[in-house]
């Protein structure tokens, strides 16, 4: 089992930035991939960031490249996502989650390929 928590999400004008925290605690942390994805009322869960078990690799969707960033702390077993240049279109609840599943390596994107999940944080950017 592992239990994740996000924290740091809230309410900024366009073109700011926040940094959201990905506490994780249970199993060991330092072995998973950790993913970030985000989703709107009423739609699918999307796919937004991920980064490997040493922080050694990353890969963003495209529509947050170059504005947001994905880091790890292993040693205080929390991740971490800092966006920048947000947009209204940014606006959601995001969530982390732990990587379990590896149908391919070109599969992280998919939802399904994690097995633990935290509750969210709302990120609300206005216009």
């Known amino acids: 089992q592992m239990q994740l928590a996000e924290s740091g999400g809230g309410l900024v004008q366009a073109g700011g930035s926040l940094r959201l925290s990905c506490a994780a605690s249970g199993r060991t942390f330092s072995s998973y991939p950790m993913g970030w994805f985000r989703q709107v009322s009423g739609k699918q869960r999307e796919f937004v960031a991920v980064?490997?078990?040493?922080?050694?690799?990353?890969y963003y969707a495209d529509s947050v490249k170059d504005r947001f960033t994905i880091s790890r702390d292993n040693a205080k077993n929390t991740v971490y996502l800092q966006m920048n240049s947000l947009k209204p279109e940014d606006t959601a609840v995001y969530y982390c989650?732990?990587?379990?599943?590896?149908?391919?390596?070109?599969?992280?994107?998919?939802?399904?390929?994690?097995?633990?999940w935290g509750q969210g944080t709302q990120v609300t950017v206005s216009s």
């Open positions: 980064i490997g078990w040493n922080g050694g690799s990353t």
């Open positions: 989650a732990v990587r379990t599943l590896f149908s391919s390596s070109s599969s992280y994107y998919h939802a399904n390929e994690y097995g633990y």
